[in-house]
């Protein structure tokens, strides 16, 4: 019985090394893929993102993002640095596409993408994916006197960051494009 429960638990060990591999950022893990990475989405609001079912493609024309969920909320947003250190965001909304094999699609043209000029400025991009059916939680920012000066939906566990040396090390074939 012993041995049987060694070669069972060996056999556990060699499947899951067997798996994807995962590549650990900042921000958590991904998975690189032949054509993009495979990002995590958690299944609830407030747990981790520990599915990996967002796949993004950098395709020869347009930034995909593929989901089995319905997505409400498709956006990639990128983070530049201008002259004199400052820094400026620019957010696109990835467009519902099509429904392919189970996968619901939403690209965005490179057109509409930072040009070559902020491509090498590029500091950081995110990846938003909230589900349609998912509540996301809002954050409150109060000032100095306890009011509420603003609030934003919280996008843990339905975001990906890639930040620094990450985009061009993870992203380069992104940003070869948008040159």
Do not use: H
Not at 11 to 37: H, M, Q
Not at 51 to 64: A, C, H, P, Q, S
Not at 106 to 123: A, D, E, Q, R
């Amino acid at each position: 019985m012993k041995r049987y429960l060694i070669i069972l638990v060996a056999l556990a060990v060699f499947t899951v090394s067997c798996g994807p591999k995962k590549t650990k950022v900042y921000d958590g893990s991904f998975i690189k893929t032949e054509r993009g990475v495979l990002l995590p989405i958690a299944d609830a609001p407030g747990e981790k993102a520990s599915n990996y079912d967002i796949e993004v493609e950098f395709g020869d024309k347009e930034l995909i993002l593929k989901s089995s969920r319905m997505l409400g909320s498709c956006y990639a947003s990128f983070l530049y640095e201008l002259p004199g250190g400052n820094r400026d965001v620019m957010d696109v909304d990835l467009d519902f596409q099509d429904l392919v094999k189970g996968k619901y699609m939403y690209s965005i043209s490179y057109g509409w993408l930072p040009g070559k000029n902020l491509v090498k400025k590029m500091v950081g991009v995110t990846f938003f994916y909230a589900p349609l059916d998912t509540a996301l939680p809002t954050v409150e920012e109060k000032d100095e006197n306890g009011t509420v000066a603003f609030s934003y939906p919280d996008f843990t566990g339905y975001r990906f960051m890639f930040q620094g040396e990450e985009v061009e090390k993870y992203l380069s074939p992104l940003l070869e494009k948008l040159m």
